[in-house]
């Protein structure tokens, strides 16, 4: 029979799995040379403006908490891996932007009840284990009437599409682990949040993505910046078929995806979610 005690040991395993897999390669290459604009575009969604308490759950570098913060909100970034983070203060400070970084589990935030006007995540907190965790959490922090907003990949875009890619090249989740682009799926995330919040606005948009000349440069990028795509070479380096295949599967991905004539042209998909919490909601 599983104790508490296993269960916590076999989360806290999961989590330092995850710290290690987002410090592999270079994710901040991937969030400031490929979706840049994916935060400027949340921190818009949520009409962030001078003064107002800012928390970006599972901030990476800072993909969206150093644009909110150049808008003149008072920011907090957190994430799970501190080498994120620490990438993060250096970029904020060669932009000139003030804020505070935090290691911290979105699935466990340790910050005050209502604490904060907007709590966002973009691209982040999908990859949290267990999503009403990280949901309960997202509400708890945010003050009655506040807003919370998130930017997530969608299940059948392209991302969605990388994550299915890697699955046969990776050993199974735990159990009680759920997949990342459900958070992308409206339906989902509404579950997630209940009545907790109001003025729900969903909307599915495309991020075009054209910095790739060919299917293998994506293929090369990826494999070399992106955590759970460097994890999956890893895990099967000792097997030069599967890494052979793993290497045909990801070319040929972004070549169905092409819209392209001449250059690698690729439109990813992604939901944004913005949302009120409610006035006097329960938070759990």
Known sequence: MTTFTDAAAADEALKARHRAMWALGNYPAVASEIIPELGRILVAACGIRPGDRVLDVAAGSGNAAVPAALAGARVTASDLTPELLEVGRRLAEEQGADLAWRQADAEALPFADGGFDTVLSCVGVMFAPHHQASADELVRVCRPGGTIGLLSWTPDGFVGQLLGTLKPYVPPPPTGA?????????????????????????????????????????????????????????????????????????????RRNDRGAGATVMEWEYLLFTARRSAGAPTG
């Open 178 to 254: 759920q997949p990342a682009p459900l958070w992308g799926d409206e339906q989902h995330v509404r579950a997630l949040l209940g009545d907790r919040v109001t003025e729900v606005v969903a909307r599915r948009q495309a991020l075009r993505v054209d910095e790739f000349a060919t299917p293998e440069a994506f293929r090369d990028f990826f494999k070399t910046n992106y955590g759970p795509t460097v994890a999956a070479y890893r895990g099967i380096a000792d097997d030069p078929d599967r890494t052979a295949a793993l290497d045909r599967d990801l070319a040929e991905l972004a």
